[in-house]
């Protein structure tokens, strides 16, 4: 269950927390997800598979949290697990390459906005047919 899961992110895990100072930006923290040490590993041929003793499923440290100005923005690989964090904005996949080399969003290349989303709200970006967020966006005024 998704609960079971987020106790294993947060209370089965080791977290370390980075300082960052971004020029421009100020202060981040940012909270890291190391991989637990209670997996299995078993080797059939030369195919290498893991057997996890719990539901974390990266084998690095990830980042699952920063914070910026008191508040706190999850991260690709948290909400890979929780897609449903936050609202979920979908677009065509041909926007993606673009969004992802830095590019702002604009109302046309949206597919689908949530309603529930308001002026200055983070929102999670999708593309069209996967469920899995390969991006995070601030809602700006007046769109």
């Known amino acids: 269950s998704q609960s079971s899961l987020f106790q294993d992110i947060f209370q089965n ?4 927390s980075r300082k960052l100072k971004i020029p421009g930006v100020g ?23 893991v057997e996890k003793m ?3 499923p990266y084998q690095t440290t990830q980042p699952i949290l920063f914070t910026l ?18 609202p979920t904005i979908t677009v065509p996949s041909a926007v993606s390459k673009y969004l992802c080399r830095g590019a702002d969003l604009m109302k ?9 989303s308001s002026a200055n709200s ?3 970006i999708c593309v069209a047919d996967n469920p899995q967020p390969f991006a995070i966006g601030h809602v700006t005024p007046g769109t």
């Not at 895990?13 to 370390?16: R, T």
């Not at 046309?108 to 529930?116: K, Q, R, T, V």
Request: hydrophobic letters at 40%; aromatic letters at 8%; glycine letters at 4%.
């Open 122 to 124: 983070l929102v999670s």
């Open 27 to 49: 202060i981040v923290f940012s909270y890291l997800r190391t991989p637990s040490e209670e997996s299995n590993t078993k080797v059939e041929g030369d195919i290498k598979e």
């Open 13 to 16: 895990g080791s977290i370390l």
């Open 69 to 86: 100005e008191k508040a706190m923005i999850p991260s690709i690989p948290l909400l890979s697990l929780f897609p449903t964090l936050l």
């Open 108 to 116: 046309s290349g949206i597919l689908s906005f949530p309603s529930s």
């Open 54 to 56: 719990t539901s974390w």
